[in-house]
């Protein structure tokens, strides 16, 4: 996967509220990139599944400061939010 996306850090080190959707923003442009490569690892994340590609942008998630839990369950909901946003696309 191409990183062409820079991911932000956390506003802070430690639990805060509002870090999820603070790691689901951080992870989104990059998430979007990967969609428009590998529609199969965007499959894969809405089942849970980690491919390859999945797999380095959370670690690249990781060390922008987030964990890899935050960073994977950031990508599964990014998944779902595309897949759901294409499917509106023919509503």
Do not use: N
């Amino acid at each position: 996967m191409e990183e062409s996306q820079a991911i932000s850090r956390p506003q802070r080190d430690a639990d805060y509220s509002g870090r999820q959707a603070d790691c689901i923003a951080a992870l989104r442009p990059a998430v979007a990139d990967l969609a428009a490569v590998s529609q199969e690892s965007i499959v894969a994340a809405i089942g849970g599944d980690m491919t390859g590609d999945l797999v380095a942008l959370a670690h690249r998630a990781e060390e922008a400061g987030w964990s890899f839990k935050e960073a994977s369950a950031a990508i599964e909901s990014l998944a779902r939010e595309y897949e759901g946003a294409k499917g509106a696309i023919f509503d």
